[in-house]
């Protein structure tokens, strides 16, 4: 701890360590109010024990175990704690998974989030609509949120970037840029009153009408 406070070189230290108490020796030219309050702000902000991240940690005994529920976040650092079973270690912070575990880690985290949530609220969805969701999500390698600044914002039509939101801004910005909407998604379709190209809309039918007639006819 006095190394700690040492390093913020604010002054001299006296630690009373039967009386759990640290006194700061302030120099006279930080004897300034607004000086003061930054002395404090660095005293109360330094770390002297534990991860960083981690502000609050609450123990629970569940069977056989003990599980620590802590506020905040630092899934690498408590992963190399001694006594921590890595294997259990969780975190609802779905970058920070990502970036430790690598993205099907951060899939998994996605599914079992949306899940958990649409149970609390009492909603049966089937667990491959959820499942859909995190692979659009997570299909290029990264984690991307599903709104205009995601995968929604990331569509090559643009009719389909112009439905969720910023629909104004979408729609000039394509014109301004001279881009091309092929038509070859469901949204783009839907919009013009088109067959959506999936499934039987797949599929083109040609008859010939004489062809037909003079099958009847001989038959």
């Known amino acids: 701890m006095v190394a700690v406070l040492e390093a913020l070189n604010i002054g001299e230290i006296e630690v009373d360590e039967e009386n759990y108490t640290v006194r700061v020796e302030i120099p006279e030219e930080y004897m300034d109010y607004s000086k003061m309050e930054k002395i404090r702000q660095k005293i109360a902000s330094a770390r002297i024990k534990g991860v960083k991240g981690i502000k609050k940690v609450i123990i629970q005994k569940r069977g056989d175990e003990y599980v620590l529920i802590a506020e905040g976040s630092n899934l690498p650092e408590v992963m190399r704690i001694k006594g921590v079973d890595w294997r259990k270690v969780y975190t609802n912070d779905i970058m920070e998974i990502e970036r430790t575990l690598g993205i099907e880690a951060a899939r998994a985290a996605i599914i079992r989030?949306?899940?958990?949530?649409?149970?609390?609220?009492?909603?049966?969805?089937?667990?491959?609509?959820?499942?859909?969701?995190?692979?659009?999500?997570?299909?290029?390698?990264r984690v991307r949120q599903v709104g205009r600044m995601g995968v929604a914002g990331e569509k090559p039509s643009v009719l389909a970037r112009?439905?969720?939101?910023m629909t104004v801004q979408?729609?000039?910005?394509?014109?301004?840029?001279?881009?091309?909407?092929n038509l070859n998604g469901v949204p783009e379709n839907i919009i013009i009153g088109q067959i959506i190209p999936v499934g039987t809309?797949?599929?083109?039918?040609?008859?010939?009408?004489?062809?037909?007639?003079?099958?009847?006819?001989?038959g």
Do not use: C
């Open 162 to 165: 112009a439905t969720f939101e």
């Open 201 to 218: 809309g797949l599929v083109e039918l040609y008859a010939t009408p004489s062809s037909i007639r003079n099958q009847k006819t001989e």
């Open 113 to 141: 989030e949306i899940k958990s949530i649409l149970d609390d609220q009492g909603l049966d969805v089937d667990i491959r609509h959820i499942m859909l969701l995190a692979d659009v999500m997570t299909w290029t390698g």
């Open 170 to 181: 979408k729609l000039i910005e394509a014109a301004v840029s001279g881009e091309v909407d």
